[in-house]
C-alpha cells in the first residue's frame, strides 16, 4: 500500500538554527499539508500546498516558517529559526482532492534544545 | 469557529468488550468527519470516513463510525475489542470554506484506549 515517508524520525537542533523536515507524498496525490503535534495537545494544521504554491495556512504558520517542492517527489518545510516553542512532532499529509482522505506519515519529532 | 470535541482522555476496556468513543463536532455546514488511529511510534492512520450518504459507515479493523446530526456526534464503535486496538484514536472534521479552500482538518485531543486482558 502507498504511504507517506518522512526523514528524519527524530531531529535534535539547537535553538536558532535552521531545521528541513522532508517528506516523499504519495505519488499521484496533488495536495500536501503540514500539521504539527505538541506533546499533549491537539494535532494542529500548518499549511496546505498545491500546484506548487501555499493554498492555505494557519496562524501558527509564521514567517519563520516556509514550504518548498523542489523536485517532483519530495515535499519540505522548513524553519528558518528555531524556538523551544516549535518542539512537536511534525506531520506531512497528502490527498488526491480537499474532500479526499489525507493520508499521514509516521512523523518527525523535532527536539530544540 | 469549528472545533472537535474528545471528552474522553482516557477509556480502558477489557479484551472482547465492546468499545464506544465519543466525538461532537461544532462546525456550520455538513462536515467532513474521520476517524484516526495512531499506535506509539506509528504516523495517523486513517479508520474511517463520512462524507454523504448513509450516516452508518464501515471502516478498517471492524471499526464503524455513526453520525448523528441531531446531537452533532460523530461516535466510533466496536463490538470486539483486541489487544492489537490498544492506541489514540483521534476525531477530526474536514473543514470546507467556499472559495477554494483546500479542506484542513480540525482533530480532537484524542481518546488514549488501554486494553486489558
Known amino acids: 500500500e502507498p504511504e507517506v515517508t518522512q526523514t528524519p524520525s527524530h531531529q535534535v537542533t539547537q535553538m536558532g538554527q535552521e531545521v528541513i523536515l522532508r517528506c516523499v507524498p504519495i505519488?499521484?496525490?496533488?495536495?500536501f499539508y503540514w500539521y504539527r503535534q505538541i506533546l499533549g495537545q491537539k494535532v494542529e494544521f500548518l499549511v496546505s500546498?498545491?500546484?506548487?504554491?501555499?493554498?492555505?495556512k494557519s496562524e501558527i504558520f509564521d514567517d519563520q516558517f516556509s514550504v518548498e517542492r523542489p523536485d517532483g517527489s519530495n515535499f519540505t518545510l522548513k524553519i528558518r529559526s528555531t524556538k523551544l516553542e516549535d518542539s512537536a512532532m511534525y506531520f506531512c499529509?497528502?490527498?488526491?482532492?480537499?474532500?479526499?482522505?489525507?493520508?499521514f506519515g509516521a512523523g518527525t519529532r523535532l527536539s530544540v534544545l | 469557529a469549528q472545533s472537535v470535541t474528545q471528552p474522553d482522555i482516557h477509556i480502558t476496556v477489557s479484551e472482547g468488550a465492546s468499545l464506544e468513543l465519543r466525538c461532537n463536532y461544532s462546525?456550520?455546514?455538513?462536515?467532513?468527519l474521520f476517524w484516526y488511529v495512531q499506535s506509539p511510534g506509528q504516523g495517523l492512520q486513517l479508520l474511517l470516513k463520512?462524507?454523504?450518504?448513509?450516516?452508518l459507515v464501515q471502516g478498517i479493523k471492524g471499526f464503524e463510525a455513526e453520525f448523528k446530526r441531531s446531537q452533532s456526534s460523530f461516535n466510533l464503535r466496536k463490538p470486539s475489542v483486541h489487544w492489537s486496538d490498544a492506541a489514540e484514536y483521534f476525531c477530526?472534521?474536514?473543514?470546507?470554506?467556499?472559495?477554494?479552500?483546500?479542506?484542513?482538518?480540525?482533530f480532537g485531543k484524542g481518546t488514549k484506549l488501554s486494553v486489558k486482558p
Open positions: 499529509a497528502s490527498s488526491e482532492s480537499p474532500r479526499a482522505p489525507k493520508y
Open positions: 462546525y456550520g455546514a455538513t462536515p467532513y
Open positions: 477530526a472534521v474536514g473543514v470546507m470554506v467556499d472559495g477554494g479552500s483546500q479542506g484542513n482538518l480540525i
Open positions: 463520512y462524507f454523504s450518504g448513509d450516516t
Open positions: 505519488s499521484n496525490h496533488l495536495y
Open positions: 500546498f498545491y500546484n506548487n504554491e501555499i493554498s492555505e
